[in-house]
């Protein structure tokens, strides 16, 4: 009967799991370019789903939906699993910005209601063929004339008539961008904008140094159908391959102001996670700066401070297209470990900004930093035969004591002697027998705890197991003698990162 119960609770157990009902909402695209479709999809589990009536969002006019659905089954441990799924597509075009409000769906007769969705709708700034044209090539940059260390968007647009017959893909040759950093915004994206097809590339230029620079021309080679030869069945047929350079565009860069270290147009956070530590425990800064502009190359160098251990993970540097511009987040940790109190200086930074035309600061605060002293533990006091008080009542009982205590003294201490003499002839064949043993296996396990702890920092956020051995190793490397480390543990962490 127990195993009855028990056969019966799994059951239920996994037919829940394998109807539980969901509802989640999505989008092809959170934004997209005036003109072009999007496809909202409603996907609800369970086995029975009714979806409403939708027939516009906002203002946009359903232009078509579909209805389908699905089964699978999961097999684990030989234990299986059935899963039913409905989705609903609706395809739409945005006008505007929008937001895709919240539907109510019932699933197995439980009504659940899917998440709002906004919708950005952008202008394209690609240009228009000409008349009867089948193809183009161009390039435009964000500008024209930037500052030394300032970052702009360079964009190659292929345009292709619809009905455009290809054999193969096209070959595209990006162009060359001397005297700039560079960097390719993700994926190209494809789009229709006048009753035409557009395939944009982008490229996020930052200028090395100043002169007058040319960049471009992208190329691509273009393999159409030839119409003209085909095999007999008319099936396979020759490449006529053309091939479109694109303009090339100047571009002038002016020398930066020397007092500068940022170009753009940036703001500055930071924080210490604790104003009050534990001696040889880590006090951690984080600074983010983010804004319009380039931060590729910009780095903040390490802090000296005197008696305090400091210690630096790699600068994380994002960069994205925003609009006709580009935007960029540098986020960059310090940990600073002493055992006592101790201040982290301010730190300043010069910006020019392009749009104002002026010299700006950027500026991390000081911190004052507290630490609590930990308390060394207290010797034992010598426990001793003779009393001062009992010495000067009873000064031949003292005499006495004193005599009894050096015989002892003396008598202990030939013992001792011999004792140890023995022992040190008795384990020297051993000790020299097994020195190189003891060599070799000292020098396998032996580790340098400042490049554990480089090796470690960056990855403390990892897990927990990371974050403890990097305290331990700190406080070890700080001369704290009660820290024991597991050398099977650590050298385990350390292969996940070397």
């Known amino acids: 009967m127990q195993n009855l119960g028990k056969i019966i609770l799994f059951s239920i157990a996994v037919f829940q799991f394998a109807w539980s009902a969901s509802v989640e909402a999505t989008v092809s695209s959170s934004k997209v370019v005036q003109g072009n479709p ?239 530590a534990k001696a040889n425990k880590p006090v951690n800064l984080t600074i983010k700066i983010e804004g319009e502009g380039g931060l590729e190359t910009f780095e903040i160098s390490p802090y000296d401070i005197d008696d305090v251990t400091v210690y630096s993970n790699d600068a994380k540097v994002q960069i994205d297209a925003a609009g006709n511009g580009i935007k960029s987040i540098y986020t960059k940790s310090f940990a600073f470990i002493g055992d006592h109190d101790f201040t982290i200086p301010s730190r300043e930074f010069s910006m020019y900004n392009p749009k104002t035309k002026r010299l700006e600061k950027l500026q991390i605060p000081s911190y004052e930093i507290k630490v609590k002293s930990v308390k060394p533990p207290q010797s034992p006091k010598e426990n001793t035969i003779l009393d001062t008080g009992a010495e000067k009542e009873n000064s031949s009982s003292d005499k006495t004591q004193i005599k009894y205590k050096d015989q002892n003294e003396f008598t202990i201490s030939w013992w001792m002697l011999v004792a140890s003499f023995v022992f040190g002839l008795t384990v020297m064949y051993t000790l020299l027998t097994g020195l190189q043993k003891w060599k070799y296996a000292a020098g396998k396990n032996r580790f340098k705890t400042s490049e554990a702890l480089k090796i470690l920092y960056p990855h403390i956020s990892k897990s927990i197991e990371v974050e403890e051995m990097v305290r331990k190793l700190y406080a070890k490397k700080n001369g704290d003698k009660n820290i024991q480390i597991d050398k099977k543990v650590l050298k385990e962490i350390m292969e996940q990162f070397i």
Do not use: C
């Not at 789903?49 to 441990?77: M, W």
């Open 38 to 276: 999007v496809q909202l999809q409603i996907t609800a589990i369970g086995d029975q789903a009714e979806f409403p009536d939708i027939q516009e969002i906002e203002d946009a006019r359903i232009l078509g939906q579909s209805r389908s659905d699905s089964v699978s089954i999961t097999s684990v441990n030989g234990k299986s699993s059935r899963q039913n799924r409905t989705t609903l597509l609706l395809h739409f075009i945005p006008e505007q910005n929008m937001t895709i409000p919240s539907y109510a769906v019932v699933v197995d007769g439980t009504t659940h209601q899917t998440k709002p969705i906004k919708i950005a709708v952008v202008q394209s700034a690609a240009p228009k063929m000409q008349n009867n044209a089948k193809f183009s090539l161009q390039m435009l940059a964000e500008k024209s004339e930037v500052t030394v260390g300032e970052s702009f968007v360079a964009t190659v647009y292929f345009l292709f008539a619809d009905g455009l017959r290809l054999v193969d893909n096209p070959r595209y040759e990006k162009p060359t961008f001397e005297g700039f950093f560079v960097k390719e915004v993700q994926e190209p994206k494809t789009y229709r904008k006048d009753n035409q097809n557009v395939q944009e590339i982008r490229y996020i230029l930052t200028a090395k140094q100043e002169g007058n620079y040319t960049i471009g021309p992208a190329k691509v080679n273009i393999p159409e159908q030839d119409s003209n030869t085909k095999d007999p069945f008319g099936i396979f047929m020759n490449a006529e391959w053309t091939k479109v350079i694109s303009n090339m565009i100047p571009i002038k860069v002016m020398p930066a102001p020397q007092s500068s270290d940022l170009i753009g147009s940036f703001t500055l956070k930071s924080s210490v996670d604790t104003h009050e």
